[in-house]
Nanobody, 126 residues
Framework: QVQLVESGGGLVQTGGSVRLSCAAS????????MGWFRQAPGKGREFVAT?????????YADSVKGRFTISRDYSKVNGIYLQVNSLKPGDAAVYYC??????????????????WGQGTQVTVSS
């Protein structure tokens, strides 16, 4: 089992920045990739970014490329960050952290993840 806890969301102005954190605990040695997804009201869960645990390879949704950066936290507990810059109203959503313990070529699909955090809300004000 892997437990994931997100933090760092809040109210941010359009054009502003925020850093989301996700702390992983439990059987983290089984993790192959971690990612961020988001879900806005009335919409489905959307892929945002992912990082391969072994290679460090990152993949981003086209809508966030150049503005969001996913990185791995090696300093304390295993986990990941999502640096979010140049926020737009369309970025407002609940952001979820996810971990996959399976081996895939890509990790852009939600069904490839085994564990999910509870989510953290990002609200963008104009």
């Amino acid at each position: 089992q892997v437990q994931l806890v997100e933090s760092g969301g809040g109210l941010v102005q359009t054009g502003g920045s925020v850093r989301l954190s996700c702390a992983a605990s439990g059987r983290t040695d089984n993790i192959n990739a971690m990612g961020w997804f988001r879900q806005a009201p009335g919409k489905g869960r959307e892929f945002v970014a992912t990082i391969n645990w072994n290679s460090g390879t990152t993949t981003y949704a086209d809508s966030v490329k150049g503005r969001f950066t996913i990185s791995r936290d090696y300093s304390k507990v295993n986990g990941i960050y999502l640096q979010v810059n140049s926020l737009k109203p369309g970025d407002a959503a609940v952001y979820y952290c996810a971990a996959s313990t399976s081996g895939y070529r890509t990790y852009t699909l939600a069904e490839r993840y085994d564990y999910w955090g509870q989510g953290t809300q990002v609200t963008v004000s104009s």
